[in-house]
């Protein structure tokens, strides 16, 4: 037996306005439609399952319901900003090795967004 995705699945009455914030500001893709659920994947994405299990968000950060990696974390809170999104917990290079911002999303869940430091460094500027 092999896990092959875990799914966090998040109650709403609103669907097109979780289409509008994870689609559109954090760029995922619509990979099911039902008008009931939508399922949102990174575009070209083949990440392992995961899921975490914690008693704070780190830096004494409440645990953020989500966690969603990207390449360019200065670009995403950029945007998160200008679209008035509201901001946790500020853009912060954490001693663990990632760069992370906190937003709350339209429904109220808290979801941390991040890029490892390392590969931060070895882009090109």
Request: glycine letters at 8%; zero cysteines.
């Amino acid at each position: 037996m092999a896990v092959r995705r875990i799914v966090p699945n998040f109650q709403t009455s609103d669907p097109p306005r979780a289409r509008a914030f994870y689609a559109d500001l954090l760029g995922l893709e619509v990979v099911m439609d039902h008008g009931w659920i939508l399922t949102f994947a990174a575009k070209g994405g083949s990440a392992m399952p995961q899921v975490s299990f914690a008693i704070e968000g780190g830096s004494g950060t409440p645990v953020p319901a989500l966690s969603i990696e990207v390449d360019d974390v200065d670009e995403v809170y950029r945007s998160a900003k200008h679209a008035g999104t509201e901001i946790v917990y500020d853009i912060t290079d954490e001693p663990w090795g990632v760069r992370r911002f906190f937003l709350r999303d339209p429904f109220g869940n808290i979801v941390n967004i991040l890029s490892h430091s390392a590969e931060l460094k070895s882009r090109p500027a």
